[in-house]
T-cell receptor, first 116, second 113 residues
Framework: DSGVTQTPKHLITATGQRVTLRCSPR?????VYWYQQSLDQGLQFLIQ???????AKGNILERFSAQQFPDLHSELNLSSLELGDSALYFC???????????????FGEGSRLTVL | DQQVKQNSPSLSVQEGRISILNCDYT??????FLWYKKYPAEGPTFLIS?????DKNEDGRFTVFLNKSAKHLSLHIVPSQPGDSAVYFC????????????FGSGTQLTVLP
């Protein structure tokens, strides 16, 4: 158990819909990262928040947005969903603002989104 | 633009033998290299790392080798155990912009009893 909690674990929805994925970081961790893993691909970095502020952006579509709340939990909002958005979405957390040489990001179990 | 490549999607090894997982990268700015392990229905977990000032780092049965000139790293597991069966991702990053990891596509290791 990494201490990072993601909900829901599974989600099935239709094209054009909007969903929200939720992440609670490990206690004491200030950074939250979102990653997307599509079929047979590596994890693609989407976005990072640190203590409520956006700190880094990766290949995140304009249809996607995220935020980190004062209690440090984060939500990833996916809208106007397309078939290609079907993927595993992972949240990870770390104490600091950046990946240190210890390299440890703590990942949740992921939210599997299926768009039909 | 794939900055990190793990060209072997899968690898099968007999229990007790050596497992060698490879990773190639193109970005010369990467100076830290991480390996993560992922079991089904779980998130990735950190396994071992190496910085660019070293060419080898060992932790128990796991050793990572780095060849900077070839932009290649490898993870050796000796002896391999059935519990090592998982997907292994290499994930380098640049300390100059250390806000994201770039993951390879992963190698599924199966250790046969």
């Amino acid at each position: 158990d990494s201490g990072v909690t993601q909900t829901p674990k599974h989600l099935i929805t239709a094209t054009g819909q909007r969903v929200t994925l939720r992440c609670s970081p490990r206690s004491g961790d200030l950074s939250v990262y979102w990653y997307q893993q599509s079929l047979d691909q590596g994890l693609q970095f989407l976005i990072q928040y640190y203590n409520g502020e956006e700190r880094a952006k990766g290949n995140i579509l304009e249809r996607f947005s995220a935020q980190q709340f004062p209690d440090l939990h984060s939500e990833l909002n996916l809208s106007s969903l397309e078939l290609g958005d079907s993927a595993l979405y992972f949240c990870a957390s770390s104490v600091g603002n950046q990946v240190l040489d210890g390299g440890e990001l703590f990942f949740g179990e992921g939210s599997r989104l299926t768009v039909l | 633009d794939q900055q990190v490549k793990q060209n072997s999607p899968s690898l099968s090894v007999q229990e007790g033998r050596i497992s060698i997982l490879n990773c190639d990268y193109t970005n010369s700015m990467f100076d830290y290299f991480l390996w993560y392990k992922k079991y089904p229905a779980e998130g990735p977990t950190f396994l071992i790392s190496i910085s660019s000032i070293k060419d080898k780092n060992e932790d128990g049965r796991f050793t990572v080798f780095l060849n900077k000139s070839a932009k290649h790293l490898s993870l050796h597991i000796v002896p391999s155990q059935p519990g090592d069966s998982a997907v292994y991702f290499c994930a380098p990053f640049s300390s100059g912009s250390a806000r994201q990891l770039t993951f390879g596509s992963g190698t599924q290791l199966t250790v046969l009893p």
